[in-house]
């Protein structure tokens, strides 16, 4: 079975009955050490959210979670003993971001130590565009992004809606910087010498 394969079973056969499906999404991912992972989203009556995310890695992993109200929104925390995890492990405040430790399964699929690792979240109804914001924090503190953004996964119908027909996230900041600085110069930026806050402003984008 395939690494997604085996994420997507494991979060299938959680405990509980999860209500309608509202997002389920599979990915692959490029880093070595995670092969990808799975999340699906469903709905209660009473409008609460259930959460399973999988995924497959070699070392454990942390999930950096908050809501936002669409992708690329401001990030904030659920109400305060609102929302629980499957998760034994603390789970540490990081500004509006949260921290949580995912848990793995007792046997690992594949080569080496590669496992699966879940963690459910229950979460409190929300407004029509809330969506999950979340990145996977290594072992070794790096924080991994898919193709450079944050991850999103719609808490509702309409913000599934919204996904799927939504453009990709906006450029990172660095890279808006650039075209904003192409677009002032235009053409005469090959015909004029680069002025000295020019010159720090491309300095700290290389850097960043």
Known sequence: ASAIAVADERCQGADGAPGPL???EEVELPEAKVLG??????????????????????????????????RGGAWYAPPEGAWKSSSA????RDGPATLTAFEASPAGVGTGAVATRALE???????????????????DGRFLKRDGHDMYAPLSHAAAVAATAAPPPAQPKREEKKRRREERHGDRRDERTETPEEAKEAAADAAA
């Open 22 to 24: 509202v997002w389920a």
């Open 37 to 70: 992972y799975i999340v699906r989203v469903h709905q209660g009556g009473d409008g609460a959210r259930k959460v399973f995310i999988a995924a497959r890695s070699e070392a454990p992993l942390t999930l950096f979670w908050a809501l936002a109200d669409g």
């Open 89 to 92: 492990a603390t789970c540490l």
């Open 121 to 139: 979240l229950w979460l409190p109804s929300g407004s029509d565009s809330q969506v999950l914001a979340f990145l996977f924090r290594m072992e």
